[in-house]
Each structure stands twice: as C-alpha cells, then as structure tokens.
C-alpha cells in the first residue's frame, strides 16, 4: 500500500507537480467513495474484522458507523482540496486521470467525469 501519513505531505507533493496521474486517479476514486452509501461504507469499514469477537471492546458495526461519521468528511474535504491544487499545478494530469477513472468506472455515461469536474471546477 502507498500512501501519506499527512495530507500536508500531499498538498506539498502536488505544488510541486510530483503527482503522477495514477495518484490523482487514486485521490478521486477517494473523492468518489466517500459519496456511497452508508451500508457500502460499513460493509468497507467492517470487512476484515471479526463478525462476533467477545475479545472486541464495542460492536463492530457501531465502530464502523463512528469511524464512518468522523472520517468520511475529512477524506472528502482532504481529497477535494487535492484535486482543486491539482487543477491549478497540473490540469493535464489530472485531465488524463478523470478520464482514465470515467472509463474504468462509467464508460456508459461519463458520470464520474461530471461529478469530478463538477467539484473541482467550482
């Protein structure tokens, strides 16, 4: 797994056009995921943990839910401000990575392209 500790890390990676296409693709497929729905992200949030450990301090679909309510809007705010720095710094790339994640996930009907442009153009 790739990733950053700090979103200020990120942000620092981006003024510099040190963003490849494939980690903007990965910030919007971020972006993206924090607008399914709530028993989308607690099947997500839960997968891996144990259904009924008597070992475990709290249920874990109420851990889930916690987790879900304080960290959604953090990754959406964190991932959206990435891609606005990202449409200053490097539209090309991230042209290229909308596009690349509009025909991996909507081909039909190019709705996550609208959804990103409709976001990060604002």
Same mark, same amino acid.
Do not use: D, Q, W
């Given at each position: 797994r790739r990733?950053?500790?700090d979103t200020r890390k990120l942000h620092n990676r981006v +003024? /510099?056009?040190?963003?490849?296409?494939q980690d903007i693709f990965? +910030? /919007?497929?971020?972006f993206l995921q924090t607008f399914a729905k709530q028993h989308l992200l607690e099947r997500l949030y839960t997968q891996g943990l144990p259904a009924d450990d008597k070992q475990a301090p709290s249920d874990p679909a109420a851990e889930a839910a916690l987790m879900i309510e304080q960290h959604v809007p953090e990754?959406?705010?964190?991932?959206?401000?990435?891609l606005r720095l990202s449409q200053r710094t490097e539209p090309g790339r991230l042209d290229t990575a909308t596009d690349a994640l509009n025909e991996d996930e909507?081909?039909?009907?190019?709705q996550v392209k609208m959804l990103i442009e409709h976001y990060v153009k604002k």
């Open positions: 990733g950053v500790a +003024v /510099e056009g040190l963003l490849s296409t990965l +910030v /919007e497929k971020a990754i959406r705010r964190e991932a959206l401000g990435v909507t081909p039909r009907n190019g």
